[in-house]
């Protein structure tokens, strides 16, 4: 923790703000209530939560009235990291290629390959790309600059990832049902929903490749079970050159486990060409 952590009103401020922009894109009043009333929490401390996080980690947070586990996690990456990757998205500023720059070791360049290549989004799924061997894969990274970034990535998220290993694509989707990942089926149905529905659908002026900042990019919320869904299509430099700005659909989904991400194409070429597919699960898709 640093002196420069966010004060308690700070980060209420922050929580508010992803509560009024839910609400004005019209995301689950329950889940808009839960931000309204965990900002209201944090603000009526009687200490400050960067205390209480040092102290007691992210059990101290859930323990809070009112604050689940998805709360606490936002409030601890605005105590980690300053900034809160969720808030940046329903604003239209998510820069995943500056957060990945924020890693000692990754520069421009490399930021911008590991986004397109390796579809991280985020520090957390860096991390995994780290564990996995698709990082080392990359040409002109070495196991010694891996390992920094990956002990890193371990300090900044305080913990380390275990890699899942190579199974069969049965096992696989065993394994991501029992970790809380949601099936194929329902990352195809939130896919279909945002595009059947993006004309009609709130639209953010996103910061990236947007100079006349028009409000171009549709966003929807949607919830299936225990799970959040928001879809964006994807305002990459990749997509843009690929001119796939309205086919590519980025999916962020928080099920109480952690945010994941995940991308929905057409699909090019083989057996699936021409269908819907989510990059990285393919095999779960039958021809």
Not at 85 to 106: H, I, K, N, S
Not at 208 to 237: D, I, K, M, Q
């Amino acid at each position: 923790m640093t002196p420069r952590s966010p004060t308690n009103a700070a980060i209420a401020d922050r929580l508010e703000e992803v509560a009024a922009l839910l609400a004005e894109q019209g995301a689950n009043p329950f889940r808009v209530r839960a931000y309204s009333r965990g900002a209201e929490t944090v603000r009526a401390l009687p200490q400050e939560a960067a205390a209480l996080f040092a102290r007691g980690g992210l059990e101290a947070l859930t323990a809070l009235p009112g604050i689940g586990e998805g709360l606490a996690r936002s409030i601890r990456e605005l105590l980690v990291h300053g900034r809160l990757a969720q808030l940046d998205r329903l604003r239209g500023e998510a820069d995943p290629v500056a957060l990945l720059r924020t890693v000692p070791g990754v520069g421009p360049a490399l930021a911008e390959r590991i986004h397109e290549t390796l579809h991280c989004h985020t520090l957390e799924e860096l991390e995994v790309a780290a564990h996995d061997g698709r990082l080392a894969a990359l040409p002109g990274l070495g196991p010694r600059r891996v390992a920094s970034i990956r002990d890193t990535l371990a300090q900044r998220l305080a913990r380390v990832r275990v890699p899942a290993g190579t199974r069969p694509a049965a096992r696989a989707a065993a394994d991501r049902a029992a970790a809380g990942e949601p099936p194929v089926a329902e990352l195809l149905e939130i896919d279909a929903e945002y595009r059947r529905r993006a004309d009609t659908l709130p639209k953010i002026a996103p910061r990236r490749f947007n100079p006349r900042h028009e409000a171009w990019l549709p966003v929807l919320h949607a919830t299936r079970g225990p799970r959040h869904y928001t879809a964006l299509y994807s305002n990459t430099a990749l997509a843009h050159k690929a001119g796939r700005t309205h086919d590519w659909v980025v999916l962020y989904v928080d099920g109480g486990r952690g945010e994941r991400t995940y991308t929905v194409v057409t699909a090019p070429g083989g057996p699936l060409k021409g269908r819907r597919i989510v990059r990285g699960r393919e095999g779960e898709i039958k021809p």
